[in-house]
């Protein structure tokens, strides 16, 4: 029996984040004392007002228990709809939003809805390494744009008006950014918008990271820019990154009523909705106030701070201090050459064999001159890891 995969999930590649996290935990598991700095995620516990409104929601019975409607509780729409009014300016009814299993969700989701086979998604490099991956899988081409020479790695409006062709579909937005730290300035996001006037691109914009800001940074949802960008985007949000719910799977998005009701339909087929358990947590945490959200923010920015200077203190490694998200993404290229490393790969491989530190490499994000650290780790890891990657750059000679 040949059981053969379909062509678009064939092409699909595995997540590198996600791998590498995978292979740490296996070394950690063998007793090895390792430096994992791979996982996207706060490491931190969800904060305890938001713990307790799902117990008492579990204890209470009744609704916790049962379906909800597919695109998500009213509650729970109310509570974004107020954020996106509040946070960012943004006015939209209930029917303009969608509640689902995390912002990855979301965001196939929205290809699901838009893209044909053989159109085009485009979006700027460095990437989230699911953006290309998803693409594929609903039989779309991803299209980089090269934004790594560019102040906040951000393309330019005439970069991404060379790049749209007839089968372009839509464009990845994500600021503040995943792999890079960087946060785009208003400016260079409306000479992008600029660029799209005109065509019938929708943005799909990747806000997850937008509590985390640093050094008097902004953030700018794309949305707000005016009424044309208004029609074209589909914001996508998370409480993941903002309130450390990684594990509830609760993700979100707002825009246009066509686009979130093709959304909902695909859902209601894939998955229906979002765990009831995490809907009714999620309200407890976007209305429970930002405190808790300021107090992981003022420790990562700590971290920030050790992790970036450190990182600068080693010969060949060029780090740009990151103003938002919470990673680190030093330039390694000048090493490249030296003890057998070749690529971003080689280093990274290297480095978790001699000295047990697990980093990820450019290349699956579009930037094989870069490693990402994420620095959602305790400073002692920080102060520990990067000592050893010291060490392991000394030892290539």
């Known amino acids: ?105 979301v965001l196939f989701n929205a290809l699901a809805a838009v893209v044909n086979p053989g159109d085009e998604v485009l979006y700027p490099a460095p990437y989230w390494v699911s953006y290309p991956e998803m693409v594929r899988a609903v039989g779309g081409k991803p299209v980089a744009i090269d934004g790594s020479k560019n102040p906040n790695f951000a393309p330019t409006g005439k970069q991404v008006k060379q790049a749209i062709s007839p089968r372009t579909k839509a464009i990845f937005l994500n600021w503040p950014n995943n792999p890079t730290g960087a946060v785009i300035e208003h400016k260079q996001l409306e000479d992008i918008y600029g660029a799209l006037e005109g065509t019938n691109v929708m943005v799909i914009s990747d806000e997850i990271y937008e509590y985390h800001l640093y050094d008097g940074a902004k953030h700018v949802s794309g949305a707000s820019l005016g009424p044309d960008a208004y029609a074209r985007t589909v914001t996508v949000n998370s409480v993941s990154k903002s ?44 209305t429970g106030g930002t405190a808790c959200v300021d107090d992981m923010r003022r420790a990562f920015n700590e971290r920030r701070l ?52 697990a980093i990820v490499p450019g290349a699956p994000f579009g930037a094989d001159e870069y490693v990402r650290l994420s620095y959602a780790v305790s400073k002692d890891v920080i102060e520990k890891g990067v000592s050893r990657i010291a060490k392991f750059v000394k030892s290539l000679g």
Not at 25 to 35: H, I, P, T, Y
């Open 243 to 286: 309130y450390a719910m990684t594990g509830w799977r609760i993700g979100y998005g707002a825009g246009p009523k066509h686009v979130i009701d093709a959304m909902s339909n695909y859902q209601s087929h894939a998955t229906s909705n979002a765990a009831t358990v995490s809907q009714l947590a999620t309200v407890a945490a976007l």
């Open 1 to 105: 029996m040949n059981i053969t995969i379909s062509n678009n999930l064939a092409s699909v590649e595995p997540s590198a984040t996600l791998a590498l996290t995978a292979k740490a935990n296996e070394l950690k598991a063998q007793g090895r004392d390792v430096c994992a700095f791979t996982a996207g995620e706060p490491d931190f516990d969800t904060p305890a007002h938001i713990r307790k409104a799902a117990s008492d929601a579990l204890t209470k019975g009744g609704k916790v228990c049962r379906y909800t409607p597919v695109a998500g509780l009213p509650e729970v729409k109310e509570a974004v709809a107020k954020k996106y009014k509040d946070d960012n300016g943004l006015s939209y009814a209930p029917n303009q939003i969608i509640i689902s299993s995390g912002a990855k969700h």
């Open 306 to 357: 050790l992790i970036t200077q450190m990182l600068n203190d080693i010969p060949g490694v060029e780090c740009v201090t990151p103003k938002g998200a919470f990673y680190a993404f030093p330039k390694v290229s000048a090493l490249y050459g030296k003890g057998g490393v070749k690529n971003s790969t080689d280093f990274c491989a290297k480095l978790l064999e001699a000295e047990a530190v």
